[in-house]
């Protein structure tokens, strides 16, 4: 399988607690406006790159993982392979990004899918009147860092509570 990889940071740490591989994938259909990086729209823009290859570099380091974008959500299949080997090769902690709102995921048999491997989705599109730059990992206050085993458990949304505060 190859995925549209539009950038690898490793040892990031604004997408998420502690240090993290944050692995960019191309395309998103959102549309927001003022979003931070319009380049990253194009489906077919970065570097199309194999899931092995993509595995190698999460276990060539002691980071837990990001996904975002672009949205990863746009090709869910794709994010489902991709969750699912990191998770069962490595077990680390993997955090997602989309544009997608958690009841929009949850509605959907597609999107749902890969939400099986990922801890933490922060959903939501970016708006730009709701835009803050104190929040912690997120653009707008309409955005959740959402527990998904805990939310998916109970049935409401619960947010990812920061360890550190
Ligand atoms: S979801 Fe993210 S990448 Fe997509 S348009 Fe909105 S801010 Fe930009």
Redesign the pocket.
């Known amino acids: 399988m190859q995925i549209n990889v539009l950038d690898i940071i490793e040892g990031t740490s604004v997408d998420g607690p502690g240090l993290r591989t944050a692995i960019y994938l191309a395309g998103?259909?959102?549309?927001?406006k003022?979003?931070?990086?319009?380049q990253?729209?194009d489906e077919n823009g970065g570097n199309p790159t194999s899931l092995e290859t993509l595995i190698q570099i999460v276990k060539g380091n002691d980071f837990d993982v990001t996904i975002s974008?672009?949205?990863p959500f746009l090709h869910p299949e794709q994010l489902a392979e991709l969750c699912r080997h990191i998770k069962t090769q490595t077990g680390k902690n993997i955090w997602c990004?989309?544009?997608y709102t958690w009841q929009q995921i949850c509605n959907s048999a597609k999107l749902s899918e890969p939400l099986k491997w990922i801890d933490v989705v922060v959903d939501g599109?970016?708006i730009e009147a709701l835009r803050n730059p104190e929040l912690l990992f997120r653009?707008s206050s309409n955005q959740r860092l959402i527990d998904v085993s805990k939310s998916l458990s109970t049935g409401t949304i619960s947010e990812w509570l920061n360890p550190f505060e």
Do not use: Q
Not at 28 to 32: F, N, V, Y
Not at 34 to 38: I, M, R, S, T
């Open positions: 998103c259909t959102h549309g927001c003022g979003c931070h990086n319009p990253s729209w974008g672009g949205d990004y989309t544009g599109p970016f653009g």
